[in-house]
């Protein structure tokens, strides 16, 4: 393997530990969990290093095999299901209380999976559309869609929340 791959391997990881820890928090919403997805991400790309044709992808990549670990596991815990679409929805827990106020984090989980992605790869992540569509494996159109989707819902979520609470 190259060593200056790997140098730069361990460099990005140190120097952008946090972003991964959020990234995979965002899909776990538990600090262990999210630590060990992060572990277990880590571990994934050492291993797969030589899989990375651009080092200057290497931001994508690593967050592509950390997304797809943070799945994986939320598969595992049963906390998520594939529908016929092959689009990933949150099994709700539990119906959430239309009175309470809103903000934008909760807003956003009561989108369905797939959209919330979108969402916080683009905004949270700061990552541009292909890169989005790039990590999550569909086409750009399709990534395109999805984030026109989920703005459109977010908005009228947002917009219910005003009337409830100035209405």
Do not use: C
Request: charged share 30%; no cysteine; glycine share 2%.
């Amino acid at each position: 393997m190259n060593s200056h791959i790997e140098q730069l391997f361990i460099n990005y990881v140190r120097d952008n530990k946090n972003q991964l820890y959020i990234l995979a928090y965002s899909y776990v919403k538990n600090e262990q969990d999210a630590l060990d997805v992060v572990q277990d991400s880590i571990q994934k790309g050492w291993t797969a290093l030589d899989t990375l044709e651009n080092q200057h992808q290497i931001k994508s990549w690593l967050y592509k095999i950390v997304v797809r670990t943070a799945i994986d596991f939320l598969r595992k815990m049963k906390r998520i299901q594939v529908t016929e679409d092959d689009t990933l929805n949150y099994l709700s827990e539990q119906q959430q209380d239309a009175y309470r106020n809103v903000d934008l984090e909760s807003a956003l989980e009561n989108l369905p999976f797939s959209l919330k992605q979108i969402i916080i790869l683009r905004f949270f992540e700061d990552l541009k559309l292909e890169d989005v569509a790039n990590i999550l494996d569909i086409p750009l159109s399709t990534a395109k869609s999805r984030l026109y989707k989920a703005l459109k819902l977010l908005k009228i979520d947002m917009e219910d929340e005003e009337k409830i609470h100035h209405g």
